[in-house]
């Protein structure tokens, strides 16, 4: 009896160090694809130079809200709420695309029982309208933005990057975290900012540890259609051309070594395929 419970004890101990190790508890629960609009365009052939010439295209748009114990994450606010309201949508003054926006994202969020208040955490892949619509509703929220795309934001002439400065001038009083690189948000690995600059200065991707569908990296516009992945094609009216092409080579790396699936938030066959809130990925 006094060996055993002389070593009952260390045994256990030992057996509880061996375990810890293997317990993967993280913070992070689930996360929402939220249709966030979608853009209509004449001609495919603007974003695949070369290929698709004068082909229409419909591009998927999204917002992706992420729980998570530290607080909920929203990467990418959408096309405008507002374009509810227009039933043929807003043709940008190119005429290159037509923006439509069906369910508001703020109805959206109340069916999953959040309001923009809720949100603590906001990142944007990029400020160009379709993905910075609805940014000026989250003044509650940290913003997480590369150092080259806050100076082109909030900078004297946001407009000379495609930005609509009115879509985010209310952000201006958020606290910032001003990002040089990659970024872990909530410092457990689970989700993490890649800089990931080419489309504009400082356009970014985020890579999400989902619990039990594992790695995901959302694209932002790094690339808009499987095709673009495929081929490592992009626009010519990218900010950085040679930038985007070696972006996607990292995340081509990036992707090979975690093992982690591309979702390409403008490619309308691959969303189709993704639930979409309210209900939810893990």
């Known amino acids: 009896m006094r060996m055993t419970k002389k070593w009952s ?28 609009g979608e853009n209509r365009t004449n001609d495919v052939s603007r974003w695949t130079p070369g290929v698709n ?32 309201a227009m039933q043929n949508g807003l043709t940008n003054p190119a005429g290159t695309i037509t923006a439509f926006m069906r369910k508001p994202l703020v109805e959206s969020l109340k069916e999953i029982g959040v309001t923009p208040a809720d949100i603590k955490h906001l990142a944007l892949s990029h400020a ?22 806050y100076a082109a934001m909030f900078g004297a002439e946001p407009q000379k990057f495609g930005f609509i400065p009115a879509n985010f001038d209310k952000l201006r009083g958020n606290t910032a975290m001003i990002i040089d690189g990659d970024y872990d948000v909530f410092g457990d690995g689970t989700v993490t900012i890649k800089a990931a600059p080419g489309h504009t200065p400082g356009h970014q ?45 990292a995340m081509k790396a990036y992707a090979q070594q975690t093992g982690a699936q591309l979702w390409i938030n403008h490619d309308m066959e691959q969303s189709a395929k993704i639930p979409k809130a309210p209900a939810f990925v893990q």
């Open 9 to 36: 004890v260390p045994v256990f101990l030992l057996l509880a160090a061996c375990a810890t190790p293997t317990q993967q508890t993280t913070g992070l629960d689930r996360m929402y694809v939220i249709t966030c």
């Open 128 to 149: 160009h309208g379709d993905h910075s619509g609805n940014a000026n509703l989250f003044t509650a929220a940290t913003i997480y933005v590369q150092r080259p795309e």
């Open 205 to 249: 991707a985020l890579a999400v540890r989902l619990p039990k569908t594992g790695p995901v990296l959302l694209s932002g516009d790094m690339v808009h259609l499987q095709y673009s992945w495929n081929y490592r094609v992009v626009p010519s009216f990218n900010f950085d051309v040679p930038g985007s092409m070696a972006t996607i080579d």
């Open 53 to 84: 010439v004068g082909q229409p295209g419909v591009f998927s748009n999204h917002c992706y809200l992420i729980k998570h114990a530290k607080g909920w994450m929203l990467w990418d606010t959408g096309n405008p709420d507002r374009l509810a």
